[in-house]
């Protein structure tokens, strides 16, 4: 079977590798057992492009099966107990090895998909389950103004979910038009491009002077926007960092947020018995559209039938 692999830096490469095996002792009383999962459509996450990035030093140390996280798909066998092989399930790889046509992987990353969904759609209880999770960190959104930076998928969910839960302002703050041409739709009761805009005075003219209550870091990486989250939070107002740092971020205008008594929450690793399956309930039950963030659907397929191929 094929599998995917980082060779060098912005190069990726399907290899053969051999057929996952089950351990064919059955697990422990009270422990999860095993299943070979078949992934059938995935969504790629900004944590997966440091390793197409090398961005730093961590990222180089590449293997076999990176970078894919974000996937349904159906159980192909198990050892188990809780999934029959044929279920349709959203499943989530250690370590984000999922670049492969199938892989073994502890039932307990794993979630059923509700059959109201369609495959297009069930993959998305993934990154919602991962906003929700960071959004459960926060006191009650209702009445609260709220900034979100960064509007690619996270930051639009983010948007959707501060809609939903009864935030007084949503202020979009996102450098693409495009992105900012969907916010509203999402939930957004403002919009703002920092490269035409001062972003903190229209934060101030907006909130009455007062700033946000909760600031959303949706950008991460090295074009990461921790700085400005903290101009914009408000006395002992809060931000939560979403986007994947950078190993380290320099001059962090820590004392600023230190006197203004700003409390930083940061958010990774999601509960699968809580949180994933919510976000799957969620889009089942059309509580949240996130239709629009659907874009483009490519087909991963080698370009030959012997050897390497690259894409």
Not at 115 to 127: D, M, N
Not at 139 to 160: R, S, Y
Request: aromatic share 6%; hydrophobic share 40%.
């Amino acid at each position: 079977m094929l599998a995917g692999h980082f060779p060098a830096k912005h190069r990726v490469e399907l290899i053969d590798v051999p057929e996952p095996v089950l351990d064919r002792a059955s697990p422990e009383p009270g422990q999860p057992g095993d299943i070979i999962f078949q992934p059938e459509i995935s969504c790629l996450c900004g944590s997966d492009l440091p390793y197409f990035n090398a961005e730093h030093p961590e990222f180089t140390h590449r293997q076999i099966g990176h970078s894919l996280h974000e996937m349904t798909g159906t159980v192909v066998a198990t050892n188990g107990k809780k999934f029959r092989p044929g279920d349709k399930v959203l499943a989530v790889p250690v370590n984000q090895q999922g670049l492969f046509e199938r892989y073994v992987v502890s039932e307990a990353r794993a979630i059923p998909v509700d059959p109201r969904l369609a495959k297009t759609r069930a993959f998305l209880a993934q990154p919602l389950g991962t906003v929700i999770f960071g959004i459960k960190k926060l006191p009650q959104v209702l009445d609260q103004d709220v900034v979100i930076i960064g509007q690619g998928p996270i930051g639009q969910m983010f948007t959707a979910c501060m809609r939903n839960l009864g935030a007084r302002e949503i202020i979009a703050v996102e450098k693409i038009d495009s992105r900012l041409e969907l916010s509203p739709k999402m939930g957004a009761t403002a919009t703002i491009n920092p490269q035409k805009t001062d972003v903190a005075a229209e934060v101030r003219r907006i909130t009455g002077g007062g700033m946000a209550d909760i600031v959303v870091e949706a950008v991460g990486h090295s074009d990461h926007a921790l700085n400005l989250g903290l101009s914009l939070v408000k006395q002992a107002g809060r931000l939560l960092y979403f986007g994947v740092p950078p190993e380290k971020v320099d001059e962090i205008a820590w004392r600023e947020a230190f006197i203004r008594n700003v409390t930083v929450h940061t958010t990774v690793n999601p509960d699968f018995s809580r949180d994933f399956p919510l976000a799957m309930r969620w889009l089942a039950e059309g509580r949240i559209d996130l239709a629009p963030l659907v874009t483009h659907t490519y087909p991963l397929r080698p370009r030959m039938k012997h050897g390497s191929n690259t894409d």
